[in-house]
């Protein structure tokens, strides 16, 4: 058997694991359950593996409904950067609609909620609430970006 | 392939009706849900459990049915727990404020419990 | 809540999910999770996504091992792509080692491997042994590749 | 981050040497699994079963290293068996054929049981 080569430092680039998915609902689970058995298997306790499988999925999501305007033609791409400090997870869609800032600040009130015909815009704030960090940009591709950031505590 | 169907039933336990979901609680729910909403309501319920069996997948569309539905069931003079949550959904339904609404409740027979005391003292 | 848009067929492309791993051993571990969530999804029977989750782990590794020559900078590409007939997933390396027909075709032998040094050579087999269909091809970016089919039984 | 070590430990019940593995059997487990039969050699053992605690992730390169220890086993005339693989890895172990060399039981009780029925005999 040819020894291992398993180096005993590595860069961030070769942790990297990109996931590419089609701008159809149903897929984000597929980004889920990725990221469920990464985190798994990185030791994270079983509530914080659920909160990620929920702020992945809300993300995937907002990426296919929103962003994509759920074009199939168009993907989502879902990268996983692991380190001994935790678990990073950026969601980029294509960008054919602009997220707007306004929509990542947003407090949901649950009162307001019922009186209004609207019941969802919910996704962004669980995200926030359920990860240790989260970042919006401009995806490379142009396309919007969100960076969740969950920390490995040991 | 990859959208799960939701399983949706309805049953009376001795004047508490009961909704069960099995399977992912989406937007692809929404008919479903609703449905057997208007359905027990046309049958007459004023005590509702909505009881999650298995559903390891519900989503903000799918908490955004729920709120729906408990719009509704304001509106009408209805009473509504909710059971079979896991801890998990059980602390999202609590973030989001739904526990104010509806009680909830880890088993069924517990939601039961508390909604027929109600029914009881009616 | 817009119309979820769900179309009633869809094309194969539309299906596709890509996963980007790193060649390095262990990240073989995360297409097999994928691989299983995505056959659980879809309805296989717990002894044919255990069985899907050995082949898919042996072929990473040796897209990692022998056509990437564990060199981390290169990716190994898994393609998944689904249909009501089944699942085919896709393993291509960046063909640093081309894979040798000869190789693809030996049927190990237990009594002969106890007298043997090198006590592996079992991976191919078991792939062949354990799906519905295994083709051996160039990819389009030159590497090799591996196909194999697993078929939903209904 | 993504490489589980291996758990390796060994123990003795009335005469039957036991090889606890808990984790991944991959091509890491190598050395943990040759020092951990090495050692058990060393003392004396005739009778080993190699027990899998929960490993669900055992690949070819794990089965070579498995077939490394029964070419030893043969050689030093030991006995060898394997308890506490999941169905899955049972039908493996026998399509490779390594129930040929090592009787594989269920659960580590068996397998202690049908070697001290050897001891016994001997
Ligand atoms: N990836 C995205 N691209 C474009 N707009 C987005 C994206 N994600 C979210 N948004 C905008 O932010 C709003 C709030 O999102 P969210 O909190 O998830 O609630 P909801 O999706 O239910 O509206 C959305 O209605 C949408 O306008
Ligand atoms: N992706 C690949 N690229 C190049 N060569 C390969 C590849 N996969 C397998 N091979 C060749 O086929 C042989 C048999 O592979 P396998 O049956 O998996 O056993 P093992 O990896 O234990 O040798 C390998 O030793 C290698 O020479």
Do not use: C
């Not at chain 1, 998915?21 to 509530?47: H, N, Q």
């Not at chain 2, 449905?35 to 908490?63: L, P």
């Amino acid at each position: 058997m040819p020894d291992p080569q398993r180096p005993s430092t590595l860069g961030d680039e070769e942790r990297v694991i990109e996931l590419h998915l089609p701008s159809r609902l149903g897929y984000e689970k597929v980004a889920m359950d990725t990221a469920s058995a990464m985190a798994k298997r990185m030791g994270f306790p079983l509530d914080r593996v659920d909160s990620l499988r929920t702020a992945v999925s809300e993300a995937v999501t907002n990426a296919i409904e929103h962003g994509n305007q759920h074009d199939s033609a168009m993907k989502v791409v879902v990268v996983f950067t692991g380190s001994d400090d935790g678990l990073i997870v950026d969601v980029a869609d294509q960008g054919r609609k602009r997220l707007d800032e306004a929509a990542t600040e947003r407090l949901p009130n649950i009162q307001q909620v019922l009186q209004s015909d609207d019941k969802g815009g919910w996704g962004i704030w669980l995200i926030k609430e359920l990860m240790d960090e989260v970042q919006f940009s401009v995806a490379p591709t142009g396309g919007n970006q969100l960076r969740m950031v969950i920390h490995l505590d040991r | 392939m990859i959208d799960d169907e939701l399983k949706v039933g309805t049953r009376q336990r001795d004047g508490v009706w009961i909704i069960d979901l099995e399977g992912d609680v989406t937007t692809f729910a929404e008919d479903a849900i609703t449905s057997a909403y208007e359905k027990v309501t046309g049958e007459g319920a004023k005590y509702i459990v909505i009881n999650s069996r298995q559903s390891d997948y519900i989503n903000s569309a799918g908490i955004a049915i729920l709120i729906g539905v408990v719009t509704e069931v304001n509106r009408q003079g209805q009473k509504l727990a909710i059971s079979g949550l896991s801890a998990h959904f059980q602390k999202i339904f609590r973030m989001v404020g739904l526990a104010q609404y509806a009680d909830i409740y880890a088993g069924e027979d517990e939601a039961v419990a508390a909604l027929q005391k109600l029914v009881q003292a009616a």
